[in-house]
C-alpha cells in the first residue's frame, strides 16, 4: 500500500511556539487531511486540501497541499497546552479512492 | 449533529474467541469505513461500504475478519477467531457527499491475551 511519510515523529515545545509538520507521499496524492487524535478519542479532521497549492486556515492552524501533490504541511502558530495529541496526514491518491494515513506527529506543548 | 457511534468503547478476549463490534453512522451518511489503528500507527482501512455495498476490501484479512451492514445503515465489524496480533484500536468512520471529509467515532480497543 501507499507510504506517508510524517516528519518530525515527536516535537515538544514551549507553549507560544509555533509548529511545523510535513507530510510526503511517493506517489501523488489528489487530497491532503490533517486529523489530530486525543488520547482515547478518533482522529478529528482539522483541514481539508484539494488543489495542489492550495492554502487553507482554521484558526491557528495553516495547511497546504504541496505543488508536486506529493507532499503536504501543516502549521500551527502561538501553541496552547491543548494542541497536545497525535497530528495524521491523510491522502487519496490520484490511482483510486483509498484513504491511506501517515505515521504521525506526537506533539507536546509544555506550559 | 450526533457523531459517529461505537460499541463496546473496550473489550478484552482469549485468542481464539469470536468478538464483534458496532458502529452506527452519522445520519445520512452513506460512506462507512471501517480502519485498524495498532499502536503508534496510523489508521489502516479494513473496507469500505457504500450504502450496503463494499467499495474496498482489499486490506480485509478475509480469514477471520468479516464485516456488513445489511440496511446501508450501521455495520457490524467480526472477528472469527482473534489472533494476538488483532490488539488494536478498530475505527468506524463515516462521510456524507464529500466523501473524502471522514468523521471518525471514538474506536473499540480490543485487547487479545
Known amino acids: 500500500g501507499q507510504q506517508l511519510n510524517q516528519s518530525p515523529q515527536s516535537m515538544f515545545i514551549q507553549e507560544g511556539e509555533d509548529v511545523s509538520m510535513n507530510c510526503t507521499s511517493s506517489?501523488?496524492?489528489?487530497?491532503w487531511l490533517w486529523y489530530k487524535q486525543d488520547p482515547g478519542e478518533g482522529p478529528v479532521l482539522l483541514i481539508a486540501l484539494y488543489k495542489a497549492g492550495e492554502l487553507t486556515s482554521n484558526g491557528r492552524l495553516t495547511a497546504q497541499f504541496g505543488i508536486t501533490r506529493k507532499d503536504s504541511f501543516l502549521n500551527i502558530s502561538a501553541s496552547i497546552p491543548s494542541d497536545v495529541g497525535i497530528y495524521f496526514c491523510?491522502?487519496?491518491?490520484?490511482?483510486?479512492?483509498?484513504?491511506?494515513f501517515g505515521t504521525g506527529t506526537s506533539l507536546t506543548v509544555i506550559p | 449533529e450526533a457523531g459517529v457511534a461505537q460499541s463496546p468503547r473496550y473489550k478484552i478476549i482469549e485468542k481464539r474467541q469470536s468478538v464483534a463490534f458496532w458502529c452506527n453512522p452519522i445520519s445520512g451518511h452513506a460512506t462507512l469505513y471501517w480502519y485498524q489503528q495498532i499502536l503508534g500507527q496510523g489508521p489502516k482501512l479494513l473496507i469500505q461500504f457504500q450504502n450496503n455495498g463494499v467499495v474496498d476490501d482489499s486490506q480485509l484479512p478475509k480469514d477471520r475478519f468479516s464485516a456488513e451492514r445489511l440496511k446501508g445503515v450501521d455495520s457490524t465489524l467480526k472477528i472469527q477467531p482473534a489472533k494476538l496480533e488483532d490488539s488494536a484500536v478498530y475505527l468506524c468512520?463515516?462521510?456524507?457527499?464529500?466523501?473524502?471529509?471522514?468523521?471518525f467515532g471514538p474506536g473499540t480497543r480490543l485487547t487479545v491475551l
Open positions: 506517489s501523488i496524492f489528489n487530497t
Open positions: 491523510a491522502g487519496v491518491p490520484n490511482t483510486g479512492n483509498q484513504f491511506y
Open positions: 468512520a463515516s462521510a456524507g457527499e464529500l466523501y473524502n471529509e471522514q468523521f
